[in-house]
Structure formats: structure tokens, C-alpha cells
Nanobody
Framework: QVQLVESGGGLVQPGGSLRLSCAAS????????MRWYRQAPGKERELVAS?????????NYVDSVKGRFIISRDNRKNTLYLQMNALRPEDTAVYYC????????WGQGTQVTVSS
């Protein structure tokens, strides 16, 4: 059974940090490119960051998070990460991880709220 389980979300003050994790199981994690998306209330889902199959390959970010977020993966642990620093209220959203190949798999999402 394919599973992607996000964790690490929560409430944080502006300027704070969070680290999201996405634990994968039920498929060969290392051959899938991975992505983090987010969806804020009333807005479309947005691609935040992506990473290729290797830990340092094909990394891309949406402009609004460049220099603040870091995507990484550990293929030995079948886990994807998103380190989020200098958080802003506009980063508030549900964050989803996705495994992308011919087929795609999605997690259930984790809420991130940035508020004072």
C-alpha cells in the first residue's frame, strides 16, 4: 500500500522555522522525483519546491521561498524534507508532498500556520 505521510506542521510566529517531513512507503522512493506543494484557503495549489531522484539533483523553488526554504531527501530513510526558515504569514497553507513519475502519489497534507 502506497503511503506518503507528512508531519512537522504547526503554529509558528513570523520569522520562525519549521521542518516538514514526508515518510514514504509502498513504492520505490529513490526512483521518484519529489515535490512539496501548498494550498492556502481560497487559492490554487502551488508548487513550492522539487527535487530529483538524488539528494542534490534538480532542485527548484518557487520565487517566493528562494533563500528561505530548503528541500532535501534521504533515500536510505525513504523520507523527504522541507526546512522552512524566516516564515511569513503568507506561507500559511496546507503543505503536501508528492512523488512524481509516470504515476503520482500524494500525501494527506500538514497544516502550517504563521501568525503572531
Amino acid at each position: 500500500q502506497v503511503q506518503l505521510v507528512e508531519s512537522g506542521g504547526g503554529l509558528v510566529q513570523p520569522g520562525g522555522s519549521l521542518r516538514l517531513s514526508c515518510a514514504a512507503s509502498g513504492f520505490v522512493f529513490s526512483i521518484y522525483a519529489m515535490r512539496w506543494y501548498r494550498q492556502a484557503p481560497g487559492k490554487e495549489r502551488e508548487l513550492v519546491a522539487s527535487i530529483g531522484t538524488a539528494s542534490s539533483s534538480d532542485i527548484n523553488y518557487v520565487d517566493s521561498v528562494k533563500g528561505r526554504f530548503i528541500i532535501s531527501r534521504d533515500n536510505r530513510k525513504n523520507t523527504l524534507y522541507l526546512q522552512m526558515n524566516a516564515l511569513r504569514p503568507e506561507d500559511t497553507a496546507v503543505y503536501y508532498c508528492a512523488a512524481v513519475r509516470v504515476t503520482s502519489y500524494w500525501g494527506q497534507g500538514t497544516q502550517v500556520t504563521v501568525s503572531s
